[in-house]
């Protein structure tokens, strides 16, 4: 059954801090910028209460926040600082990583902020799965297959050249014709990911099964017209 790798996750904690504290984003932003010891492992630090600082354009973002990438392991991950003491971390592949992330950035924070004490509830809200089916799919086949059998299944050329499926396990895939699949969900569990693979894959395997068996009958009528057409 096919492979699979988590390509990005998207999560959020929040820190410990003292009753009734707000973090004072404006004095934590000069702080960042001036700790020489993390010269090296922060960078791009944004904080423009006016505008959005995460995001160049008005419609994206988020307004009153820092925004920053921290350095692990050579690796860029973006991080969102909120006064209220939430921390969205953007661009992992592990939850591991993640872990890393929350612990370093607070360790930091703590230099920054009498208030900060730790962190906690640390949870991924958004995990990106990439894998690579055996074979290349006929879209509109396995559209008619799986809306025959009742599945949750959309297929739209015109709009969107993937096919978007949900399986038993309300797992939602989107399948090109390549093979190559992704699905997006708070869902962290490799062991519920590859039981919605291999079920995508079984489809497949059946839909070629008896694209085969057509094609051999076909064959077997064909030779059967050549031979009477020979007699």
Not at 152 to 177: A, H
Not at 203 to 220: F, H, I, M, R, T
Request: aromatic share 10%.
């Amino acid at each position: 059954m096919p492979d699979f790798n988590i390509s990005t996750i998207t999560a959020l904690f929040t820190l410990k801090m003292n009753q009734d504290s707000v973090l004072n984003l404006k004095e934590i932003s000069i702080k960042l910028s001036s700790l020489k010891k993390i010269k090296n492992k922060i960078r791009g630090i944004i904080y423009d209460p006016k505008n959005k600082a995460s995001g160049s354009h008005a419609k994206f973002g988020f307004p009153n926040v820092i925004s920053l990438k921290i350095v692990i392991k050579k690796e860029l991950i973006s991080l969102n600082i909120f006064a209220n003491g939430k921390i969205k971390i953007s661009g992992t592949n592990s939850y591991p990583q993640c872990i890393e992330v929350a612990r370093k950035i607070t360790s930091i924070l703590m230099h920054c902020s009498l208030d900060v004490l730790g962190y906690k509830d640390l949870k991924p809200v958004l995990v990106k799965y990439e894998f690579q089916l055996e074979e290349k799919v006929v879209l509109q086949k396995l559209y008619n297959l799986l809306n025959s059998c009742n599945y949750s299944v959309e297929y739209e050329p015109l709009k969107y050249n993937g096919l978007k499926l949900k399986t038993p396990d309300n797992i939602k895939i989107i399948v090109f014709s390549s093979g190559k699949c992704f699905t997006t969900s708070n869902v962290y569990d490799d062991f519920t990911m590859k039981n919605a693979i291999d079920w995508v894959q079984n489809k497949v395997n059946w839909l070629q099964s008896e694209s085969s068996n057509g094609d051999n009958e076909d064959n077997e009528f064909d030779e059967n017209l050549s031979s009477q057409f020979l007699i």
